[in-house]
C-alpha cells in the first residue's frame, strides 16, 4: 500500500489472485505459474515472473520487484534448494535481459550465521548486558520490518539503544562494541548522517 501510493500499480505475491490491475480480474492472470504461498521455494521467481508479464503489459519503464529470502535464510549455499533457487533466479534474470530491461540487483543484508552450532539464537541481549555494566533504564529496538519471520525468526543484526541518560552513550557505547559479535556502535548524530536515516526514532546509538 505505501508504494501503490498516488496510483502507482502495484501487486503482491501474497495478494496477486486479489488485485485487479490493467483490466484483469486478478493480476495472477498475467503469469503462467500458480501463486505460491509466501513461504514457498518459488515465491520470488513468481514475483519476478509477474513483474515481467504485467511490465510489458503496462508499458512500465521503471519496474521494482522485491523478493523475498526465505530460501536464502533456511538452506546454505551449495544444497540442493540453494542450487535450484538461483538456477531459476539465474534463468529470470537472462529472460529481463532478453526483454530490453536494464537490471540493478540489490541485496538488502548479509548474512552472517544467527545460531550456535547447536541450533540456538545466537543474540545478545543488550538491555541485560548494559544493566550488568551500570547502565540502567535502556530500551533497545529492533527496527526489522517484515511480517514474515518464520525463516529469520525476527533476528535482525541492526538495533536503536535508547539510553535514559544520553551522558551515558560513550560508556555504553563502549559496553556495546565490546560484545562479540558487534560490528560497529554509532551515535545516533553519525548514524543518521552516515546511513540516512531519521534522527529522531533512532535513539542514542545504533
Known amino acids: 500500500r505505501l508504494l501503490a501510493a498516488g496510483g502507482v500499480p502495484c501487486v503482491s505475491v501474497e495478494r496477486a489472485a486479489e488485485i485487479a490491475i490493467d483490466g484483469l480480474p486478478r493480476a495472477s492472470d498475467a503469469a503462467t505459474a500458480p501463486v505460491p504461498s509466501i513461504y514457498e521455494w518459488d515465491a520470488s ?113 541492526a538495533c536503536w539503544v535508547h539510553l535514559r541518560d544520553g551522558e551515558r552513550a560513550e560508556r555504553a557505547a563502549a559496553v556495546v562494541a565490546g560484545l562479540p559479535g558487534v560490528e560497529e556502535v554509532m551515535d545516533g548524530d553519525t548514524a543518521a548522517r552516515e546511513l540516512r536515516l531519521p534522527r529522531d526514532r533512532i535513539g542514542d546509538l545504533v
Open 45 to 157: 521467481h513468481y514475483a519476478l515472473e509477474l513483474g515481467l508479464a504485467l511490465g510489458g503489459r503496462l508499458g512500465t519503464r521503471l519496474l521494482y520487484v522485491s523478493l523475498t529470502d526465505f530460501v536464502q535464510h533456511r538452506e546454505p549455499p551449495g544444497t540442493e534448494l540453494s542450487d535450484r533457487f538461483l538456477v531459476r533466479l539465474d534463468e529470470l534474470v537472462g529472460r529481463y535481459l532478453d526483454a530490453g530491461w536494464r537490471l540493478g540487483l540489490v541485496a538488502d543484508h548479509g548474512m552472517n550465521a544467527k545460531t550456535l552450532p547447536d541450533g540456538r539464537p545466537n543474540v545478545r541481549y543488550l538491555e541485560d548486558e548494559l544493566g550488568a555494566a551500570g547502565i540502567p533504564g535502556v530500551r533497545v529496538l529492533l527496527p526489522i520490518t517484515d511480517p514474515h519471520v518464520i525463516h529469520h525468526a525476527a533476528l535482525g543484526s
